[in-house]
């Protein structure tokens, strides 16, 4: 069974960077055959699906955070990575990795809270 887990959160003030990191347990390319994606649930709200990165490279944002996010991934290393920048005070959330159908079980997420 693959397990998720998401790291690189924390407390950042407004207009600063987080790198976070999705990485998978497993052998082999587990992720390569799927579209993945960075989620966030923030207090209250559903989750929702922010960034998505397809095999070959394609990629699209939700508008909220496009120009600030950059997803990128790693299909040997299992790895699927969320550079964000320019983070705002909404952009408080836990986030999470997963593909685009949820095809794995949750991870535990990692908490970003953006604040002065």
């Known amino acids: 069974q693959v397990q998720l887990v998401e790291s690189g959160g924390g407390r950042v003030q407004p207009g600063g960077s987080l790198r976070l990191s999705c990485a998978a347990s497993?052998?082999?390319?587990?992720?390569?055959?799927?579209?993945m994606g960075w989620y966030r649930q923030a207090p209250g709200k559903q989750r929702e699906l922010v960034a998505r990165?397809?095999?070959?490279?394609?990629?699209n944002y939700v508008d909220s955070v496009r120009g600030r996010f950059i997803i990128s991934r790693d299909n040997a290393k299992n790895t699927v990575n969320l550079q964000m920048n320019s983070l705002k005070p909404e952009d408080t959330a836990v986030y999470f990795c997963n593909t685009v159908t949820t095809r794995f079980s949750w991870g535990p997420g990692t908490q970003v809270t953006v604040s002065s």
């Open positions: 497993g052998t082999g390319s587990i992720f390569s055959p799927y579209t």
């Open positions: 990165i397809t095999g070959a490279g394609y990629i």
